[in-house]
């Protein structure tokens, strides 16, 4: 879990498949507000945010996602990283 004061927003991996989830504060008060999940982040391994500028009015989400590939000789993981910027909390996604 991940909060980012700035956006009033929590960024979770949840659920049984380990979506990334965006959790605005306001729904921790019990206000009906929904949980928005990031799409293609299913098997989510890690993530990380951070500011993309020093203002801090953009923020950056970088995730590992397992993803499998296959040939006929070997079967190997690799983790792919994607790079999600964000202009201002909920209302980009």
Not at 3 to 8: F, L, N, S
Not at 32 to 42: A, S
Not at 44 to 69: D, I, M, N, Y
Request: aromatic share 8%; hydrophobic share 40%; proline share 4%.
């Amino acid at each position: 879990m991940d909060y980012i004061p700035e956006e009033q927003l929590l960024v979770v991996l949840a659920g049984k498949q380990r979506y990334v989830r965006l959790v605005p504060v306001r729904a921790l008060d019990g206000d009906e507000v929904e949980w928005v999940k990031i799409p293609e982040t299913k098997g989510c391994l890690s993530f990380t945010t951070g500011p993309l500028t020093h203002t801090r009015t953009q923020h950056c989400l970088a995730l590992a996602v397992k993803r499998q590939v296959s040939d006929k000789h070997t079967r190997t993981q690799n983790c792919l990283a994607l790079a999600v910027k964000q202009q201002y909390a909920v209302s980009f996604w």
